[in-house]
């Protein structure tokens, strides 16, 4: 308490500064990335053409006519709301389960799930592909990506509604229980309703998450259900060429996914702490 | 109807037993109360009768029909919660027609009874209100009305008037015995409040630790306590217990005898003692009596008008045929 009562000059100055500081740092790959969509392959690479450079539209001309950007945006789109659904479909349930119902074992189970999301998933790579290409014969489909993102996402999922969930009062879903609400019901009627906030910020950041994941999707697909990420791999070119065409599909990838959390950002704050913020 | 039978129930939780084997009839049409200690389970022997809570052996019947399985949803009970539990996200009206509404009744038979409950609850005027935007008795009313509309087998009730004002509890108090009354619904009502329990119940069970101590009247419970815990919990202000000679010259081990039941005289009695406090509520004085020889304190209750000072030497006399006598088990020697 000490600490905010006593607003020195020094801290009122330096933290926001230094906030700037870390935000620029943060901003400036993007800003970076940004830039270099608008240059020729040629100046990217130029330093004296970092910042003055003559603007040109061909990288973004040239995705959309030789890699058909929307083929992947479309699957991209597909995947991320679709294994969005999924996991709230699944994640609702469970995460009311665990809130209302505990058992001696939800705390451990709680854990349990969310250790999976510590081990790395390069040691399931060659299993995961052999699976799903040789036996189960769904490689590169929708259903594969919707089903691995799903599953990729639904611990951290159930961990935040849980958090919600927890914060509405037993009394009203006891309430709900005496008023001859059926299971079904308690969730339709009451729980979704009450954290409504709460479950917007989770599938907002899940499709986020969805959006962004790269390892799967890159690997588990060759065409047909290949996402934005997949796209940007492609235009990875190893001696550093192309970074105008790369950066120009970067762009193109991210670009949706920042606007969404702008326009967003009050949920995904709240989201991101975890309801902390009221 | 509504005839609850508990037989047999028990309740643990984890390794601790709150609730040791129990029996206990509720008769339709009775306004129970569940009153003891806190913590005593009076809470959660209510939400097993409820379902909110499963019962870890023992059955509960309700009508003839074994429902010790059954979800709370299915056992046709309505209850007022402490915290009224009103739904926050709907209005006054939508909270009140949920149940209905989840019981498929049509609208025009929601609406209906909607306005029946809140013309009888004064809650006309705010139906369209979100409970957010609601005073506390008016919260409470809407608990209630929410309660009463679907013609339950019988009502729980834990402590709903307890996050009340005074005044308003009063209030309360007399709309929910004039609503048992019309209604002739049976009606278990969980309080720590003499008050209420004596007013209100038909049937008083006390508890302590989970044990039923007694069940009976409210005349009855102040009349013939069976124990030394019933005699010192039913009646406020609390029974004197005296032990020692004057015990054992009636053949006790210990003697009860309410504050009410002696009498005061500043020339003589049966005992002598010197005043401590004397606490004045207008209608009655409490005296506070230090030095009798029998107890730390004797309370006695004396009429308003009367006033002594600290220091100021009394004397007492009991009322003998109001002297209850326990054994040294603490069990009522008649
Ligand atoms: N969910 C639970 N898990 C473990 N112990 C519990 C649980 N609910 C109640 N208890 C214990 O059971 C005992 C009885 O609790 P209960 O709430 O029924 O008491 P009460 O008589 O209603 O008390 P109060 O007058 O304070 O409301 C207490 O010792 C309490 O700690
Ligand atoms: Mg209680």
């Given at each position: 308490m000490a600490i905010v009562a006593h607003h020195s000059r020094f801290s009122k100055i330096a933290w926001p500064v230094l906030a700037?500081?870390?935000?620029?740092?943060?901003?400036?790959?993007?800003?970076?990335?940004?830039?270099?969509?608008?240059?020729?392959?040629?100046?990217?690479?130029?330093?004296?053409?970092?910042?003055?450079?003559?603007?040109?539209?061909e990288n973004y001309a040239n995705m959309t006519e030789n890699y058909d950007y929307?083929?992947?945006?479309?699957?991209?789109?597909?995947?991320?709301?679709?294994a969005t659904a999924v996991t709230l479909f699944v994640g609702i349930p469970s995460a009311y389960a665990m809130a209302f119902n505990p058992s001696r074992s939800t705390k451990d189970m709680l854990m349990w799930m969310l250790s999976t999301k510590m081990l790395p998933a390069?040691?399931?790579?060659?299993?995961?592909?052999?699976?799903?290409?040789?036996?189960?014969?769904?490689?590169?489909?929708?259903?594969?990506?919707?089903?691995?993102?799903?599953?990729?996402?639904?611990?951290?999922?159930?961990?935040?509604?849980?958090?919600?969930?927890?914060?509405?009062?037993?009394?009203?879903?006891?309430?709900?229980?005496m008023d001859g609400v059926s299971t079904w019901g308690e969730i339709r009627e009451i729980l979704i309703p009450l954290a409504w906030g709460g479950i917007a910020s989770t599938a907002l950041l899940c499709f986020i998450f969805c959006w962004n994941e790269a390892y799967w999707t890159v690997r588990l697909t060759t065409t047909d259900a290949a996402t934005l990420s997949k796209l940007i791999e492609g235009n990875r070119a190893p001696e550093g060429l192309f970074f105008g065409r790369l950066s120009a599909v970067s762009t193109a990838a991210v670009g949706p996914i920042v606007v969404l959390g702008w326009f967003c950002q009050k949920q995904l704050v709240q989201g991101l702490t975890f309801g902390a913020v009221k | 109807m509504g005839r609850i039978l508990l037989e047999n129930v028990t309740k643990s939780f984890g390794d601790a037993q709150v609730i040791p084997p129990l029996d206990l009839v509720i008769d339709d049409g009775e306004f129970t109360v569940f009153v003891g200690p806190s913590?005593?389970?009076?809470?959660?022997?209510?939400?097993?009768?409820?379902?909110?809570?499963?019962?870890?052996?023992?059955?509960?019947?309700?009508?003839?029909?074994?429902?010790?399985?059954?979800?709370?949803?299915?056992?046709?009970?309505?209850?007022?919660?402490?915290?009224?539990?009103?739904?926050?996200?709907?209005?006054?009206?939508?909270?009140?027609?949920?149940?209905?509404r989840m019981a498929g009744l049509s609208q025009a038979e929601q609406d209906k009874r909607v306005m029946t409950a809140a013309k009888s609850l004064n809650l006309v005027d705010y139906l369209d209100r979100k409970p957010g935007q609601l005073s506390g008795g008016q919260r409470q009313r809407v608990a209630i009305g929410r309660a009463i509309v679907r013609d339950p087998?019988?009502?729980?009730?834990?402590?709903?008037?307890?996050?009340?004002?005074?005044?308003?509890?009063?209030?309360?108090?007399?709309?929910?015995?004039?609503?048992?009354?019309?209604?002739?619904?049976?009606?278990?009502?969980?309080?720590?409040?003499?008050?209420?329990?004596?007013?209100?119940?038909?049937?008083?069970?006390?508890?302590?630790?989970?044990?039923?101590?007694?069940?009976?009247?409210?005349?009855?419970l102040y009349r013939s306590p069976c124990n030394l815990f019933v005699a010192g919990f039913i009646g406020s202000p609390k029974m004197n217990f005296?032990?020692?000679?004057?015990?054992?010259?009636?053949?006790?081990?210990?003697?009860?005898?309410?504050?009410?039941?002696?009498?005061?005289?500043?020339?003589?009695?049966?005992?002598?003692?010197?005043?401590?406090?004397?606490?004045?509520?207008?209608?009655?004085?409490?005296?506070?009596?230090?030095?009798?020889?029998?107890?730390?304190?004797?309370?006695?209750?004396?009429?308003?008008?009367?006033?002594?000072k600290h220091g100021d030497i009394i004397h007492l006399t009991p009322r003998e045929e109001m002297v209850h006598r326990f054994d040294a088990a603490g069990l009522r020697i008649s």
């Amino acid at each position: 308490m000490a600490i905010v009562a006593h607003h020195s000059r020094f801290s009122k100055i330096a933290w926001p500064v230094l906030a700037w500081i870390v935000a620029l740092l943060f901003f400036f790959p993007i800003f970076w990335m940004l830039l270099t969509s608008f240059k020729t392959d040629a100046d990217a690479v130029k330093p004296e053409h970092l910042l003055f450079f003559t603007p040109t539209l061909e990288n973004y001309a040239n995705m959309t006519e030789n890699y058909d950007y929307w083929r992947f945006a479309t699957n991209s789109v597909i995947a991320s709301v679709m294994a969005t659904a999924v996991t709230l479909f699944v994640g609702i349930p469970s995460a009311y389960a665990m809130a209302f119902n505990p058992s001696r074992s939800t705390k451990d189970m709680l854990m349990w799930m969310l250790s999976t999301k510590m081990l790395p998933a390069a040691g399931v790579l060659y299993p995961m592909t052999f699976l799903t290409k040789n036996i189960l014969g769904i490689f590169d489909t929708h259903f594969l990506i919707i089903l691995v993102l799903s599953l990729i996402n639904l611990p951290i999922v159930i961990w935040m509604l849980f958090t919600y969930f927890k914060e509405i009062p037993r009394d009203i879903i006891e309430a709900g229980k005496m008023d001859g609400v059926s299971t079904w019901g308690e969730i339709r009627e009451i729980l979704i309703p009450l954290a409504w906030g709460g479950i917007a910020s989770t599938a907002l950041l899940c499709f986020i998450f969805c959006w962004n994941e790269a390892y799967w999707t890159v690997r588990l697909t060759t065409t047909d259900a290949a996402t934005l990420s997949k796209l940007i791999e492609g235009n990875r070119a190893p001696e550093g060429l192309f970074f105008g065409r790369l950066s120009a599909v970067s762009t193109a990838a991210v670009g949706p996914i920042v606007v969404l959390g702008w326009f967003c950002q009050k949920q995904l704050v709240q989201g991101l702490t975890f309801g902390a913020v009221k | 109807m509504g005839r609850i039978l508990l037989e047999n129930v028990t309740k643990s939780f984890g390794d601790a037993q709150v609730i040791p084997p129990l029996d206990l009839v509720i008769d339709d049409g009775e306004f129970t109360v569940f009153v003891g200690p806190s913590g005593c389970g009076k809470s959660t022997l209510l939400r097993l009768i409820a379902g909110l809570e499963e019962t870890s052996s023992g059955t509960i019947t309700i009508d003839g029909l074994d429902v010790t399985q059954v979800p709370p949803s299915k056992r046709g009970l309505a209850m007022v919660f402490q915290s009224y539990a009103l739904y926050p996200h709907m209005t006054v009206r939508k909270n009140i027609a949920f149940p209905m509404r989840m019981a498929g009744l049509s609208q025009a038979e929601q609406d209906k009874r909607v306005m029946t409950a809140a013309k009888s609850l004064n809650l006309v005027d705010y139906l369209d209100r979100k409970p957010g935007q609601l005073s506390g008795g008016q919260r409470q009313r809407v608990a209630i009305g929410r309660a009463i509309v679907r013609d339950p087998t019988a009502f729980l009730f834990d402590e709903p008037l307890s996050n009340l004002d005074a005044a308003l509890r009063v209030g309360m108090r007399l709309e929910i015995s004039e609503m048992h009354k019309r209604m002739q619904t049976t009606m278990i009502y969980v309080t720590h409040d003499q008050v209420e329990a004596m007013t209100m119940a038909d049937k008083i069970v006390v508890l302590q630790a989970g044990v039923i101590e007694q069940v009976g009247s409210p005349l009855e419970l102040y009349r013939s306590p069976c124990n030394l815990f019933v005699a010192g919990f039913i009646g406020s202000p609390k029974m004197n217990f005296i032990t020692g000679t004057e015990a054992a010259n009636r053949h006790a081990h210990t003697l009860g005898v309410r504050p009410e039941h002696i009498a005061v005289s500043t020339q003589t009695g049966a005992w002598t003692g010197r005043v401590s406090v004397s606490e004045h509520l207008g209608s009655d004085t409490f005296l506070h009596v230090h030095e009798t020889g029998l107890a730390d304190t004797l309370t006695v209750r004396t009429n308003g008008e009367i006033s002594f000072k600290h220091g100021d030497i009394i004397h007492l006399t009991p009322r003998e045929e109001m002297v209850h006598r326990f054994d040294a088990a603490g069990l009522r020697i008649s």
